[in-house]
């Protein structure tokens, strides 16, 4: 499985330019696979997108390093969906392991530096263009 990881400190936009390349998947084709699909309480989702036969998981959770809301449990999730791609949200902690060592556990891994924005009135384009550039890599 190829891994894409939107990679930045905590806050700065990483869900919600994932969940725009989310809908962005769904317009262009892409359809959701029957059982993976959750939301969680904080807002952040996984799910498995399937278009002409091939698998695409997405996970925005990327905060979590241990247990069954870390980063490494929903990326094998994804790998045991048969995702031939996988894109995460992973933020950069202040805890001895970061959610990036479990994306390095990949061969082929892509880490995605989020662009940062502080403008309130430019964060949705900005959030939009990390979208847009992580969709043409799909």
């Known amino acids: 499985m190829r891994v894409l ?7 700065i936009g990483k869900t919600t330019s994932l969940l725009l ?27 498995v997108l399937e278009k002409e036969g091939v698998l695409i998981g997405i996970v925005t959770l990327g905060d979590y390093v241990k247990g069954i809301k870390s980063l490494k449990y929903y990326l094998k999730k994804l790998k045991d969906a048969g995702c031939l791609k996988a894109v995460c949200a992973a933020s950069k902690t202040t805890n001895k392991i970061q959610p990036l060592d479990h994306i390095k556990y990949y061969t082929y891994h892509l880490i995605i530096p989020k662009t940062i924005e502080i403008r309130k009135s430019k964060q949705l384009v900005i959030n939009t263009n990390d979208a847009n550039l992580i969709f043409n890599m799909i």
């Open 21 to 47: 390349l989310y809908k962005k998947l769904l317009a262009s084709g892409f359809v959701q696979v029957m059982g993976y699909y959750k939301r969680f309480s904080n807002g952040d989702i996984i799910d």
């Open 5 to 11: 990881a939107l990679y930045g400190e905590p806050n």
